[in-house]
């Protein structure tokens, strides 16, 4: 079993900044990459980014290329989003995802995409 529990969010006002955190926990015996996707009320769930942990490439949503920044630490199994020059349209629920290859009971390998519960993002004056 592997779980990510996310962290950091809540209600900052436009053209502030805020950093998200998205920690992976369990048997884990290699991350391939990890993302940050948001859903907004009555919308459907985007990517907002994505880095491969070894080397670390990324790669971004058009609507926060430029603002937002993924990084990501391999000894804590965490990733974090730098959300710079907030807009009230980035205001949604922030959910982490990840490609997991954890160890099972028997010591076999078993691929895992487990989604983190969500941290909501208000961006409002």
């Known amino acids: 079993q592997v779980q990510l529990v996310e962290s950091g969010g809540g209600l900052v006002q436009p053209g502030d900044s805020l950093r998200l955190s998205c920690t992976a926990s369990?048997?884990?015996?290699?991350?391939?990459?990890m993302s940050w996707y948001r859903q907004a009320p009555g919308k459907q769930r985007e990517l907002v980014g994505m880095?491969?942990?070894?080397?670390?490439?990324?790669n971004y949503g058009e609507s926060v290329k430029g603002r937002f920044t993924i990084s990501n630490d391999n000894a804590k199994h965490t990733v974090y989003l730098q959300m710079n020059s907030l807009k009230p349209e980035d205001t949604a629920v922030y959910y982490c995802?990840?490609?997991?290859?954890?160890?099972?009971?028997?010591?076999?390998?078993?691929?895992?995409?487990?989604w983190g519960q969500g941290t909501q993002v208000t961006v409002s004056s």
């Open positions: 880095i491969i942990t070894r080397g670390g490439s990324t």
């Open positions: 369990g048997s884990i015996f290699r991350i391939d990459d």
């Open positions: 995802n990840a490609n997991v290859l954890a160890i099972g009971p028997s010591g076999e390998y078993i691929a895992f995409k487990p």
